[in-house]
């Protein structure tokens, strides 16, 4: 796809990889237009009569699935759409998945028979949860508990999946691939949280639990059932040392390596959101 004029849809354009999406197609001189609840035109999964005005002239799309791939029922509504998207002329289909998530391959084959020009990419633990998402909290408050011991993730920054997606849905030659998109090397949670303590020049401690206890501190802290299901499910399933490899999706599509964690936490520390009023 070589023509600016053609229009390329974002989904969650608003949101953690979608809005940086957004922001590299427009370097890149593409029309674009954001999907979402929160703005630009309205997009809603669950609202299916939202879909038809979204993909209208549209011919290529980035699929991010809200909440997640692994809720019930995923496979069957992103085929739907991806059906729909191809009926409309958008042959062009990049969605996101779950690195290592089993319940997301459902919907990856759904789309891959849906007659589209597809690519999946696969991506590990976001690095940007720990500053745009549930962890940011507790990071702040100087105290990250999660059900999550020695096992090992590379995690990935949220500005390569967009860079990757950008490349991919502007360039020919990836269609029909599955990239698997992480970070240059392995950390645990544990190093993580070192890192971030280190890039903002605070202590914050780290500790592991059991599951069950984490879930039981969610309900009790007001959380929502589906969402403590589903963090409880990819701490017990994504997190059980099966990704526990780096990938070269990033150096595959960009022509250079992935970022690094360290280089994350360096820079989201200069930004101030990891430091508060009452942090030492």
């Given at each position: 796809?070589?023509?600016?004029?053609?229009?390329?849809?974002?989904?969650?354009?608003?949101?953690?990889?979608?809005?940086?999406?957004?922001?590299?197609?427009?370097?890149?001189?593409?029309?674009?237009?954001?999907?979402?609840?929160?703005?630009?035109?309205?997009?809603?999964?669950?609202?299916?009569?939202?879909?038809?005005?979204?993909?209208?002239?549209?011919?290529?799309?980035?699929?991010?699935?809200?909440?997640?791939?692994?809720?019930?029922?995923?496979?069957?509504?992103?085929?739907?759409?991806?059906?729909?998207?191809?009926?409309?002329?958008?042959?062009?289909?990049?969605?996101?998945?779950?690195r290592g998530e089993e319940s997301a391959v459902a919907t990856e084959q759904s789309v891959a028979s849906s007659g589209a020009d597809w690519t999946v990419l696969r991506a590990s633990w976001f690095?940007?949860?720990?500053?745009?998402?549930?962890?940011?909290?507790?990071?702040?408050?100087?105290?990250?508990?999660?059900?999550?011991?020695?096992?090992?993730?590379?995690?990935?920054?949220?500005?390569?999946?967009?860079?990757?997606?950008?490349?991919?849905?502007?360039?020919?030659?990836?269609?029909?691939?599955?990239?698997?998109?992480?970070?240059?090397?392995?950390?645990?949670?544990?190093?993580?949280?070192?890192?971030?303590?280190?890039?903002?020049?605070?202590?914050?401690?780290?500790?592991?639990?059991?599951?069950?206890?984490?879930?039981?501190?969610?309900?009790?802290?007001?959380?929502?059932?589906?969402?403590?299901?589903?963090?409880?499910?990819?701490?017990?399933?994504?997190?059980?040392?099966?990704?526990?490899?780096?990938?070269?999706?990033?150096?595959?599509?960009?022509?250079?390596?992935?970022?690094?964690?360290?280089?994350?936490?360096?820079?989201?520390?200069?930004?101030?959101?990891?430091?508060?009023?009452?942090?030492?």
């Open positions: 796809m070589t023509d600016n004029e053609e229009l390329t849809l974002v989904l969650g354009g608003t949101g953690k990889t979608g809005r940086r999406v957004v922001q590299q197609l427009t370097r890149r001189g593409v029309r674009v237009r954001i999907g979402s609840r929160a703005g630009g035109v309205p997009f809603d999964w669950e609202d299916r009569s939202t879909w038809a005005g979204a993909l209208d002239g549209v011919r290529a799309v980035y699929v991010s699935y809200y909440p997640d791939l692994a809720v019930p029922g995923a496979p069957e509504v992103v085929g739907a759409f991806a059906e729909l998207a191809v009926a409309s002329g958008a042959r062009r289909l990049v969605l996101l998945s779950g690095a940007q949860n720990f500053s745009e998402n549930y962890l940011l909290e507790p990071v702040l408050a100087g105290d990250v508990v999660l059900p999550a011991g020695d096992v090992l993730e590379p995690f990935v920054d949220a500005d390569d999946i967009a860079a990757v997606a950008a490349a991919v849905l502007t360039e020919d030659g990836h269609t029909g691939t599955v990239y698997e998109l992480t970070g240059p090397r392995l950390l645990t949670f544990a190093d993580a949280v070192a890192a971030i303590a280190d890039a903002s020049g605070r202590e914050i401690g780290y500790t592991s639990v059991p599951a069950d206890d984490y879930a039981a501190a969610l309900t009790a802290e007001g959380v929502p059932a589906d969402v403590t299901d589903l963090l409880t499910y990819l701490f017990t399933t994504v997190l059980d040392g099966r990704n526990a490899q780096v990938s070269d999706g990033v150096q595959r599509v960009l022509g250079r390596p992935a970022r690094d964690f360290a280089d994350y936490a360096h820079d989201t520390a200069a930004t101030g959101v990891w430091t508060s009023e009452d942090a030492a």
